[in-house]
Nanobody, 126 residues
Framework: HLQASGGGLVQAGNSLELSCAVSRFTFENYDIGWFRQAPEKMREGVACLSRSDGDTIYADSVKGRFTISGDNASNTVNLRMTSLKPEDTAIYYC?????????????????????WGKGTQVTVSS
């Protein structure tokens, strides 16, 4: 259902863009979000796109640095990450949930998300 890509190793202060490829059906009928899990830490919501109302939701730690967007032409939900910090190091996952239900999930570990893609590793060196 969901295929995440774009992770890698970057230096602090640099940028990286992640992409989550989904089916057309999923893109049109599900809300998509990005979550991350750092070593020995709980998974957390990073940025989410509510397709039902067009809202974007961000964790406080990434506001102003990360931007989530949907690409209708390619059925992808992208996460543009700028001014990366070492504390952004984590495995990043994209996940989907039925329309209108992502806001609450995005503020936590996303246990209620319906579908998950395999993660992509992001490592930020200092």
């Amino acid at each position: 259902h969901l295929q995440a890509s774009g992770g890698g190793l970057v230096q602090a202060g640099n940028s990286l863009e992640l992409s989550c490829a989904v089916s057309r059906f999923t893109f049109e009928n599900y809300d998509i979000g990005w979550f991350r899990q750092a070593p020995e830490k709980m998974r957390e919501g990073v940025a989410c796109l509510s397709r039902s109302d067009g809202d974007t939701i961000y964790a406080d730690s990434v506001k102003g640095r990360f931007t989530i967007s949907g690409d209708n032409a390619s059925n992808t939900v992208n996460l543009r990450m700028t001014s990366l910090k070492p504390e952004d190091t984590a495995i990043y996952y994209c996940a989907a949930i039925a329309w209108g239900a992502i806001a609450k999930q995005c503020k936590g570990p996303g246990y209620g998300m319906h579908y998950w893609g395999k993660g992509t590793q992001v490592t930020v060196s200092s």
